[in-house]
């Protein structure tokens, strides 16, 4: 049985050194039937949980996750993070930036059951789309207050 202290531990080591090799990991750090959710997936279980990391590679160039800081007590975590990746089939090279946050519940024994992801998309990702950029900061600027 592992404190949920360790288990964040274990887990920011994975995101943070996160690779196709490593992907297999997840089966140990996720309980068997656990739950993830971010802004475009919703899936339960290891196999799925792992494969929404294998399309991961297949849309973006050297994606790389920085925990920032955390917060774990009694069987529950949050994760403060920033994803760097660069996108596939785009012709400059720059590097993107999304901030977000994940929040977590263990089983006793430090495998993860719930795994959230909170980050805003629209800021984050479609605001810096060619096309849909401009009608994002649109649609910022009409619903702004003042």
Known sequence: ?????????????????LSPDSLG????LYAPGAAFKDPFNEVRGVAAIEQ????????VH????SVVSHLA?????????EFRFRFRGWR???????RGATHLRFA??????????????????????PVLGSLVGWL???????
């Open 1 to 17: 049985m592992r404190s949920t202290l360790e288990a964040v531990a274990d887990l920011i080591r994975f995101y943070e050194g």
């Open 25 to 28: 990991e997840i089966s140990r």
């Open 52 to 59: 929404v990391f294998r399309h991961m590679y297949t849309q």
């Open 62 to 65: 050297e994606p790389r996750f």
């Open 73 to 81: 007590e009694q069987g529950e975590a949050w994760l403060a993070w």
């Open 92 to 98: 400059t090279a720059e590097v993107q930036l999304v």
């Open 108 to 129: 006793p024994d430090g495998q993860v059951l719930v795994h959230r992801d909170y980050w805003d998309s629209g800021e984050e990702l479609f605001s810096k789309l």
């Open 140 to 146: 910022r600027r009409r619903l702004a207050a003042g």
